[in-house]
């Protein structure tokens, strides 16, 4: 089954994210395409006439969507008065077929500048010489459904323009207002999957398993579930293909480090990029992407402070801790212990060339047991860091 969709619904994109479906995305925009100029504010009367005046300058025409059938004609009404300049036609799904196919047929030919309607027209209408989309009560609506009304406009070679109105002083939903600066943002060609993933903060995961699931979801946490669910896919297509899958699951390791490790609020001023980064940096799984990480902080926020690097050591030193089969790291009575996992012991034979090589005074900063290793941090001075590293590296 191929679903093809600009902005998945969360419940599906979940899917794909997690590997029940299968996803493909497709980046590469229409030749001449350019993105869609997008607006959000105030139910403004002047703001509309300029608006659509503009549009017929150029002998273009114009969406508006409202999305009441009651109030619509009262709405073309007003339209009507506002640009006494423009034709105005009415196009909804209560209409009988034959007086809705009319309309169409006229507006597709000319007959009519404005068109007020329903959200009929996000059902792949594609009229290039419709290039400005004004939507009324625009916080009534989904993201997902803003975002396939923008993409009724801009589809020729012309430069389109899209306005999302909510009433004046009306004090919008916290989610409301999380769509209306999602959609506002997202201007740049392609952003529907950015968009979907949004939407997916935003709605939650919905339901999997249909509304009757039961079991004990909520005391193991959405992401364990989640993460639990990904690998018994994983599982599942192995053996389909025939290929043996033993993987050992390990707890990730606890890792303490007396270092401050975070990132600051003046480097990446924006909360929710800050938790993004957090989140993406959580799920590293490849030590080489480290180094990838650092230079995006690079590129996109300037050279990073010592609290970044230091998270970026942390998170090289879990990444590690995790192959070397560390149970935690953490700091005791001014020394850093490293505890293996339970029935594992340290081999001080493997550890010895390492050692050697270190030489002396630095050999006296370790202290091994066959079940504890301890850094003296005071003994090792600055080189604590990268001892504890090479450490990881030759026990991995």
Known sequence: MLTLSATPIPRTLHMSLVGVRDMSTMETPPEERLPI???VAEFNERLIREAI???MERNGQVFFVHNRVQSIALMAHKLAQLVPEARVAIAHGQMPEAELEKVMADFTQGRSDVLVCTTIIQ???DMPNVNTLIVNKADKFGLTELYQLRGRVGRGANLAYAYFLYEPKKRLTPTARKRLKTILAATELGAGFGIAMKDLEIRGAGNLLGVRQSGFINAVGFSLYCQLLAEAVEELKAKRA???????RRPPPTTD???PAFIPDEYVYDLNT?????RRLSQLEDINQIDAFAQEFADRFGAPPPEVENLLYAVRIKLLAAKAGIESITPEERQIVLRRLH???FDKEQLEPYLEKLGSPLKEGITLSPTQLRLHPKKLGNEWKRVLEEVLKTLG
């Open 257 to 259: 480090l007396p270092l």
């Open 123 to 125: 059902s792949g209408l």
């Open 242 to 248: 025939g290929i043996p899958r033993i993987k050992e």
């Open 274 to 278: 800050r938790l993004s980064l957090y």
């Open 37 to 39: 100029r997008t607006y």
């Open 53 to 55: 005046l503009r549009e």
């Open 343 to 345: 029935r594992m012991r």
